[in-house]
Structures are given as C-alpha cells and as structure tokens.
C-alpha cells in the first residue's frame, strides 16, 4: 500500500504568503506596542497612583494625537513625497493607539479575534468597518470613495509649507475619531457633546 501525501496548497506567488505575512508582523507590532503601553502606563501611575482607567486611556489618545499631528507637520512640509511617509507612519500611530486604549482596559487583542477587533475599530472610526476584509475590487470602490471625500486634504499635502498645518490637523482630527472609536469599544465610554 502505497501513501499519496497530497501537495500542499499553493502559498501566493512563489511561496510567500502576503496574508500570513501580515497577520505576523501586525501581531509583532501589536506585542511590541502592548510593551511600550504597559511601560507608559506605569510611569504615569507612578505620577499619578489613584488614575482611573478612562483618564488613562484619555492621556493615551493625548500623547498619540500629538506625536501624530507633529508627524503630520513634518511630512506635510515635505510635500507631495511626505505623503506615502505620512501615511505609513499615520497607520503606525493608528494601531498604536488601539492597542494602547486596549492595554489599559485590560482587552488582549492575541489571535484573531484580537486583530478582529483591532481592525474593527480602525474600520469603523474610518466608516469601512465591514469593507476592510472584503474583495479587492470593492476595496478599489471603497478607496475611490474616500479619495473623493478626503480629495483636499491630499490635494493640500502636495503644496510644501502650506500643507504641513493642514496634515498636522488632519492627523489630529483622525486620531481622535479614533481614540474615541476605542474607548467606545474598549472603554464602553461614548463621549456626549
């Protein structure tokens, strides 16, 4: 009797698989980033020993709106080249924050269903919650969509000097629709106004 193991299922081109790829650099980044929020958290409550969780999570979304809006101010004033910057380093901020609010309400964002939730919130605080895991041709729709809704501020980053006040806001105003959208999740906190 003769064993037939069968052939493994192809893994994208030549072997590499851009998914499992990701999924394994987005839950380094995320270990990475649970350090850096346990870290920050510590010298704060050394501070500030009787810090409840939401002030917590607030000065969270504080301190990354900041290093986000002067990230913006810098990439903004190269230009048209500091867009692809700003945007890979806005991302980086992006899950950072996420991952801090989810640190401090003691949410474990491990596995999948960890990075269900991470990319949930990113999603929803963008409007594209359910669309982040569809087919390429509706995300294609779905970034022509905010292409056309977003078209100034990526209009205003291409003129140097002029644009770096304007990305700085925008990356100000995007992270706190987002912190908010964590603590929503995290927090169950709505913020009335």
Same mark, same amino acid.
């Given at each position: 009797?003769?064993?037939?193991?069968?052939?493994?299922?192809?893994?994208?081109?030549?072997?590499?698989?851009?998914?499992?790829?990701?999924?394994?650099?987005?839950?380094?980044?995320?270990?990475?980033?649970?350090?850096?929020?346990?870290?920050?958290?510590?010298?704060?409550?050394?501070?500030?020993?009787?810090?409840?969780?939401?002030?917590?999570?607030?000065?969270?979304?504080?301190?990354?709106?900041?290093?986000?809006?002067?990230?913006?101010?810098?990439?903004?004033?190269?230009?048209?080249?500091?867009?692809?910057?700003?945007?890979?380093?806005?991302?980086?901020?992006?899950?950072?924050?996420?991952?801090?609010?989810?640190?401090?309400?003691?949410?474990?964002?491990?596995?999948?269903?960890?990075?269900? /939730?991470?990319?949930?919130? !990113?999603?929803?605080? +963008? %409007?594209?919650?359910? *669309?982040? &895991?569809?087919? #390429?041709? =509706?995300?294609? /729709?779905?970034?022509?969509? !905010?292409?056309?809704? +977003? %078209?100034?501020?990526? *209009?205003? &980053?291409?003129? #140097?000097? =002029?644009?770096?006040?304007?990305?700085?806001? !925008?990356?100000?105003?995007?992270?706190?629709?987002?912190?908010?959208?964590?603590?929503?999740?995290?927090?169950?906190?709505?913020?009335?106004?």
């Amino acid at each position: 009797m003769r064993r037939v193991n069968p052939e493994p299922e192809p893994r994208g081109i030549f072997g590499f698989d851009p998914r499992a790829a990701a999924k394994l650099r987005l839950a380094e980044l995320v270990k990475a980033e649970r350090r850096r929020a346990q870290l920050h958290m510590s010298v704060v409550r050394r501070s500030e020993p009787t810090i409840s969780k939401d002030r917590l999570a607030n000065l969270m979304i504080d301190r990354w709106k900041k290093l986000a809006s002067i990230e913006g101010g810098m990439t903004g004033a190269i230009g048209f080249v500091g867009v692809p910057i700003n945007l890979l380093l806005l991302t980086y901020c992006q899950i950072a924050l996420i991952v801090s609010i989810a640190e401090v309400y003691d949410v474990s964002l491990e596995g999948d269903a960890g990075e269900d /939730a991470l990319l949930g919130v !990113l999603g929803r605080a +963008h %409007g594209v919650e359910d *669309l982040l &895991r569809s087919t #390429p041709r =509706v995300l294609a /729709a779905v970034a022509k969509a !905010l292409a056309l809704k +977003h %078209g100034f501020s990526t *209009l205003g &980053r291409l003129v #140097p000097l =002029v644009a770096s006040p304007i990305a700085a806001k !925008l990356n100000e105003r995007d992270m706190e629709r987002l912190g908010q959208e964590a603590l929503r999740r995290f927090g169950n906190i709505v913020r009335i106004e």
